[in-house]
């Protein structure tokens, strides 16, 4: 700004201040208005979003069916070794026999765990940048159809027991980004994005995916700021 100013300043200079001041005048008479430089800038909670996103939840649900049967099996041997542990401290002839088979169970345990990373770990990875993609795509979309000139996405709870949560507000106050502690109506554009992903996708998937049922309604900050209070359920 300041080297456009130093500019400006060198063409009135070069052109004449007397010239440049009569059109200014002309323009002023003839009803013309300055332009208004300041930004506009759009909030999106990027926790409400994917919490809200039918493509994500759909994501999120098929990761679980995947785990399960690993989880179910994990569950299964840790009752084992909890169990061994038992017998281990009733029974201490038997102990070294026991504590061999524990830590044959923990070897399992470390074996589920890599296998569910290899199963899991890839598919989250891709997932995780294809939604980000997305959002990102959406927040453009929707910034630019309602006139805004950035969007600054940030991650908080979607509900006003979960914000005033003693866990979320030492958060915050640990956290290095900048959380919105004000902001009013219209900032937020979370239920907009949300919005804009469920259409798409439930065009691309018309079996599968049910609308969102989400209305605009504001920004997400807490109680008492005059916003509507953790933006949408």
């Not at 759009?42 to 990761?63: P, R």
């Not at 969007?151 to 290095?176: C, F, M």
């Not at 994005?193 to 995916?209: D, R």
């Amino acid at each position: 700004m300041k080297k456009l100013l130093g500019v400006g300043a060198l063409l009135l200079a070069t052109a004449g201040i007397g010239f440049l001041a009569s059109k200014i005048t002309a323009q002023n008479t003839a009803g013309a208005r300055p332009a208004d430089l300041r930004s506009k800038v759009a909030l999106l909670n990027l926790s409400h979003v994917l919490k809200n996103y039918t493509k994500a939840i759909a994501i999120q649900n098929e990761l679980k069916d995947m785990f399960q049967p690993l989880q179910t099996r994990q569950k299964a041997k840790s009752a084992q070794m909890q169990q061994l542990a038992k017998e281990a401290q009733a029974k201490p002839d038997q102990r070294e026999i026991l504590e061999r088979q524990a830590r044959a169970l923990k070897r399992e345990l470390e074996d589920l765990d890599n296998e569910a990373q290899a199963l899991l770990g890839k598919k989250q990875d891709e997932t995780l940048v294809s939604l980000y993609k997305e959002v990102q795509d959406a927040s453009s979309r929707v910034a630019m159809s309602s006139g805004f000139d950035m969007v600054l996405h940030y991650n908080d709870a979607t509900t006003s027991a979960e914000y005033w949560n003693p866990a979320n507000i030492a958060r915050k106050l640990q956290a290095g980004a900048c959380m919105p502690l004000f902001y009013s109506q219209g900032t937020d554009i979370s239920l907009d994005v949300i919005n804009a992903l469920n259409t798409a996708y439930s065009k691309a998937h018309p079996a599968t995916a049910p609308g969102s049922g989400l209305t605009p309604t504001g920004g997400t900050a807490p109680a008492g700021n005059n916003v509507t209070p953790a933006g949408g359920n």
